[in-house]
Every structure is written in structure tokens, then in C-alpha cells.
């Protein structure tokens, strides 16, 4: 009699538990932006690959990407973009935003590949997204420091 009243017990705890089961937890975190690879034009133009890192536990959709890029201590420009792109829980995509760089960041870029070395970046702006179940969209502040270096016979690319 008791081995069965245990039982019975037993079984209505872990019914207690599966009923209070929700699912798997929902927690949207602060994405992240940092650079991919940086390719240089012939005309003088950059094309930036930026990756975007979604660390939330659901997907969520990028809106909006607005982000002043410096090389070493100069400014070169603003990387905006208008993606629309859903990128998945703990997941990461790249998106391609040109850029018409400042003529000293043109310069200092120019000099770091023709000496074969890389040069540091800073990335600061917001990035907006917005879970694709449900919610709003929301501004999120991004600061990321990184660094460059050329890529062995790909002229032109650092990554």
C-alpha cells in the first residue's frame, strides 16, 4: 500500500511538472555587428561585409543598421543599410553595404596594404530589430572594436 501511494505520488509530481512546462524559454538579447571582410575598389569605393550576430533565443528581424566606421583613429564614413533580414536564434548572417570612405581613411587603408599590414576598427551606432513573433522594434546601441589584416593574394581584401 505504501509502495503504491508512492508511486501514485511520484506520478502526480511529474505531472505537476509537465503541466507547468512552458516550452522553450524566449530571452532576446542585445545583437552584434563586426566586420567580415573589407574589400577595396578600383574605384576607390569599399564594400563591407558586415556580420550581424544574433545571440537572442529567437529569430529576429533586422530592420535598420546605422554605424560610423573608423580606421586606426580616423573617420572613414557610416555604414547604413535597410536589410529586412531574419536571422535565426543564436544565429548569424553577412550583409554587403558599400562605402564612399573619407579621403584620410582612403589613405591610411591604402598604406596599410601596400606595407602588408593590417589596421584596427571601431564600429559605433544602433542596429533595430525586432522579434519576428512578436513585439516591436526596438534601437539597439552597438560598440565594437576589431581589426583588419590583408588577405595573402587576394589584393585589396582584409578581412
Known sequence: MRRSY?????AALCLLLAACSTGPVRRVSEPAASIQQLSVGADGQWS???????????????ERIRLDLRTGDIAAGTLEAAPALQIGGESAD????????SAQARLLLADALAAGRGTGYALEGEIVAAPTDRGGARDYR??????????????????
Open 94 to 101: 553577412v550583409v554587403t553595404v558599400r562605402l564612399a570612405p
Open 142 to 159: 552597438i560598440r565594437r572594436d576589431g581589426a583588419l589584416s590583408p588577405v595573402p593574394g587576394l589584393p585589396g581584401v582584409l578581412r
Open 6 to 10: 508512492s508511486l501514485a505520488l511520484v
Open 48 to 62: 563591407v561585409e558586415l556580420r550581424l550576430q544574433n545571440y537572442s533565443s529567437i529569430p529576429m528581424r533586422f
